[in-house]
Protein backbone atom coordinates (compact mmCIF):
# COMPACT_ATOMS: atom_id res chain seq x y z
CA UNK A 1 0.00 0.00 0.00
CA UNK A 2 1.51 3.35 -0.79
CA UNK A 3 1.93 5.95 1.84
CA UNK A 4 -0.76 8.99 2.02
CA UNK A 5 0.38 12.23 0.47
CA UNK A 6 -0.62 14.70 3.07
CA UNK A 7 -2.36 18.09 1.14
CA UNK A 8 -1.33 20.81 2.98
CA UNK A 9 -2.72 24.43 2.05
CA UNK A 10 -1.30 27.67 3.53
CA UNK A 11 -2.34 31.02 4.37
CA UNK A 12 0.16 33.98 4.60
CA UNK A 13 0.62 37.40 3.70
CA UNK A 14 4.38 37.10 3.65
CA UNK A 15 5.11 36.98 -0.09
CA UNK A 16 8.70 35.25 0.59
CA UNK A 17 8.06 33.37 4.02
CA UNK A 18 4.34 31.09 1.93
CA UNK A 19 6.81 30.38 -1.03
CA UNK A 20 9.46 29.24 1.06
CA UNK A 21 6.98 27.12 2.66
CA UNK A 22 5.18 25.87 0.06
CA UNK A 23 8.72 24.63 -1.35
CA UNK A 24 9.73 23.24 0.94
CA UNK A 25 6.43 21.23 1.48
CA UNK A 26 6.32 20.12 -2.18
CA UNK A 27 10.20 19.28 -1.95
CA UNK A 28 9.82 16.80 0.62
CA UNK A 29 8.38 13.02 -0.60
CA UNK A 30 4.98 12.26 1.19
CA UNK A 31 3.52 16.35 1.19
CA UNK A 32 1.76 18.30 -1.50
CA UNK A 33 0.94 22.07 -1.64
CA UNK A 34 -0.74 23.15 -4.31
CA UNK A 35 -2.82 25.84 -2.60
CA UNK A 36 -1.54 29.35 -1.18
CA UNK A 37 -3.21 32.53 -0.01
CA UNK A 38 -2.52 35.92 1.41
CA UNK A 39 -5.58 35.98 3.14
CA UNK A 40 -8.06 34.32 5.09
CA UNK A 41 -10.54 36.02 2.49
CA UNK A 42 -9.46 33.98 0.14
CA UNK A 43 -9.00 31.24 2.04
CA UNK A 44 -12.59 30.61 3.06
CA UNK A 45 -13.83 30.93 -0.33
CA UNK A 46 -11.67 28.40 -2.13
CA UNK A 47 -10.86 25.89 0.56
CA UNK A 48 -14.48 24.38 0.50
CA UNK A 49 -14.04 23.17 -2.89
CA UNK A 50 -10.50 21.86 -2.93
CA UNK A 51 -9.19 18.81 -1.25
CA UNK A 52 -6.90 19.81 1.44
CA UNK A 53 -5.96 17.92 4.98
CA UNK A 54 -4.34 20.46 6.79
CA UNK A 55 -3.71 24.02 6.58
CA UNK A 56 -0.79 26.49 7.97
CA UNK A 57 -2.51 29.58 9.20
CA UNK A 58 -1.09 32.95 9.77
CA UNK A 59 -2.54 34.71 12.96
CA UNK A 60 -1.75 38.27 11.74
CA UNK A 61 -3.38 38.85 8.70
CA UNK A 62 -4.66 41.94 6.49
CA UNK A 63 -8.67 41.76 7.04
CA UNK A 64 -10.26 38.40 8.80
CA UNK A 65 -7.44 37.10 11.52
CA UNK A 66 -6.42 33.64 11.23
CA UNK A 67 -8.17 33.18 14.51
CA UNK A 68 -11.06 34.29 13.17
CA UNK A 69 -10.65 32.45 9.99
CA UNK A 70 -9.91 29.04 11.85
CA UNK A 71 -13.29 29.21 13.56
CA UNK A 72 -15.57 30.29 10.64
CA UNK A 73 -13.73 27.42 8.62
CA UNK A 74 -13.67 24.83 10.90
CA UNK A 75 -17.57 24.62 11.65
CA UNK A 76 -17.38 23.88 7.29
CA UNK A 77 -14.90 22.06 7.30
CA UNK A 78 -14.33 20.18 10.34
CA UNK A 79 -11.93 17.35 8.69
CA UNK A 80 -9.86 19.54 7.97
CA UNK A 81 -6.57 20.11 10.54
CA UNK A 82 -5.24 23.81 11.16
CA UNK A 83 -2.37 24.18 12.35
CA UNK A 84 -1.34 27.93 13.59
CA UNK A 85 2.05 29.14 12.63
CA UNK A 86 3.02 32.55 13.80
CA UNK A 87 5.06 35.25 15.78
CA UNK A 88 2.54 35.84 18.42
CA UNK A 89 3.07 33.54 21.72
CA UNK A 90 0.60 35.74 23.88
CA UNK A 91 -1.94 33.79 26.13
CA UNK A 92 -4.54 35.65 24.21
CA UNK A 93 -3.83 34.54 20.78
CA UNK A 94 -2.70 30.69 22.13
CA UNK A 95 -5.91 30.03 23.70
CA UNK A 96 -7.94 31.85 21.26
CA UNK A 97 -6.70 29.85 18.68
CA UNK A 98 -7.19 26.45 20.37
CA UNK A 99 -11.10 27.84 21.20
CA UNK A 100 -11.67 28.58 16.91
CA UNK A 101 -10.59 25.22 16.44
CA UNK A 102 -7.25 24.65 15.40
CA UNK A 103 -5.42 21.11 16.37
CA UNK A 104 -1.29 22.90 16.61
CA UNK A 105 0.26 25.93 17.55
CA UNK A 106 3.47 26.73 16.49
CA UNK A 107 5.85 29.64 15.97
CA UNK A 108 7.36 30.50 12.93
CA UNK A 109 11.04 29.89 14.20
CA UNK A 110 10.00 26.45 13.99
CA UNK A 111 12.73 24.19 11.86
CA UNK A 112 11.43 22.70 8.58
CA UNK A 113 12.09 19.18 9.71
CA UNK A 114 9.70 20.37 12.69
CA UNK A 115 7.41 21.60 10.89
CA UNK A 116 6.93 18.51 8.34
CA UNK A 117 6.92 16.26 11.60
CA UNK A 118 3.79 18.48 13.37
CA UNK A 119 1.95 18.28 9.77
CA UNK A 120 2.21 14.79 9.87
CA UNK A 121 1.60 14.48 13.79
CA UNK A 122 -1.67 16.27 13.26
CA UNK A 123 -2.71 14.16 10.44
CA UNK A 124 -2.75 11.41 12.58
CA UNK A 125 -4.15 12.42 15.83
CA UNK A 126 -1.91 14.60 17.34
CA UNK A 127 -1.48 18.71 18.37
CA UNK A 128 1.88 19.76 17.96
CA UNK A 129 2.95 22.43 19.30
CA UNK A 130 6.26 24.81 20.16
CA UNK A 131 7.98 23.65 23.72
CA UNK A 132 7.14 26.99 25.00
CA UNK A 133 3.48 27.49 23.76
CA UNK A 134 3.31 23.63 25.41
CA UNK A 135 4.75 24.80 28.41
CA UNK A 136 2.33 27.56 28.46
CA UNK A 137 -0.86 25.20 28.00
CA UNK A 138 0.40 22.74 30.71
CA UNK A 139 0.83 25.82 33.12
CA UNK A 140 -2.74 26.57 32.86
CA UNK A 141 -4.02 23.35 34.08
CA UNK A 142 -1.86 23.90 37.54
CA UNK A 143 -3.16 27.65 38.39
CA UNK A 144 -5.85 27.51 41.47
CA UNK A 145 -9.25 27.49 40.22
CA UNK A 146 -11.60 30.28 41.26
CA UNK A 147 -15.39 30.38 42.21
CA UNK A 148 -17.27 31.28 39.10
CA UNK A 149 -18.63 34.60 39.22
CA UNK A 150 -20.86 33.76 36.36
CA UNK A 151 -24.46 32.00 35.95
CA UNK A 152 -25.04 29.04 33.93
CA UNK A 153 -26.39 31.01 31.37
CA UNK A 154 -23.35 33.05 31.12
CA UNK A 155 -21.07 30.13 31.15
CA UNK A 156 -23.02 28.71 28.61
CA UNK A 157 -22.35 32.14 26.33
CA UNK A 158 -18.97 32.13 26.88
CA UNK A 159 -18.44 28.83 25.66
CA UNK A 160 -19.83 29.72 22.60
CA UNK A 161 -18.11 33.00 22.43
CA UNK A 162 -14.74 31.09 22.69
CA UNK A 163 -15.82 28.95 19.91
CA UNK A 164 -16.06 31.69 17.52
CA UNK A 165 -19.55 32.34 17.34
CA UNK A 166 -21.35 35.91 16.77
CA UNK A 167 -24.44 37.15 19.12
CA UNK A 168 -26.93 36.38 16.12
CA UNK A 169 -25.95 32.60 15.65
CA UNK A 170 -25.48 32.10 19.97
CA UNK A 171 -29.14 33.54 20.50
CA UNK A 172 -30.21 31.16 17.42
CA UNK A 173 -29.03 28.30 18.93
CA UNK A 174 -30.09 29.26 22.39
CA UNK A 175 -33.22 30.47 21.52
CA UNK A 176 -32.62 34.33 22.82
CA UNK A 177 -33.10 37.46 21.18
CA UNK A 178 -29.70 39.30 20.53
CA UNK A 179 -30.84 41.61 22.86
CA UNK A 180 -30.28 39.54 25.68
CA UNK A 181 -27.18 37.77 24.35
CA UNK A 182 -25.73 41.09 24.26
CA UNK A 183 -26.65 41.79 27.90
CA UNK A 184 -25.74 39.03 29.05
CA UNK A 185 -22.01 39.61 27.21
CA UNK A 186 -22.05 42.33 29.06
CA UNK A 187 -22.55 40.99 32.40
CA UNK A 188 -19.72 38.58 31.96
CA UNK A 189 -17.31 41.80 30.64
CA UNK A 190 -18.58 43.56 33.59
CA UNK A 191 -17.84 40.49 35.85
CA UNK A 192 -14.63 39.45 34.03
CA UNK A 193 -13.57 43.41 34.59
CA UNK A 194 -12.63 42.56 30.65
CA UNK A 195 -13.88 44.77 27.76
CA UNK A 196 -13.39 42.18 24.48
CA UNK A 197 -14.41 38.76 23.35
CA UNK A 198 -10.87 37.46 23.54
CA UNK A 199 -9.53 39.10 27.24
CA UNK A 200 -12.92 37.39 28.48
CA UNK A 201 -11.79 33.84 26.58
CA UNK A 202 -8.46 34.37 27.86
CA UNK A 203 -9.60 34.87 31.66
CA UNK A 204 -12.19 32.38 31.42
CA UNK A 205 -9.49 30.01 31.08
CA UNK A 206 -6.68 31.20 33.15
CA UNK A 207 -9.39 31.40 36.00
CA UNK A 208 -10.54 27.73 34.73
CA UNK A 209 -13.97 29.26 34.53
CA UNK A 210 -14.99 27.41 31.11
Known amino acids: ?8 AIVE ?8 LAYVINGTPGFYC ?75 DTPPSNLLQSISEVRNGGAPMS ?9 SFKIDRKASPLTTRETEILNLLCDGMNYRSIAEQLFLSAHTVKTHIKNIYRKLHVTSRASAVKKAIDDGLI
Open 34 to 108: KHTYIDCESAIKELPNIYVHVVLMDIELPGITGIEGVAILKKALPHIDFIMLTIRQDDASLFGSLCAGATGYLTK
Open 13 to 20: DDDELRQM
Open 131 to 139: TRIARKVIA
Open 1 to 8: MSKEIIHV
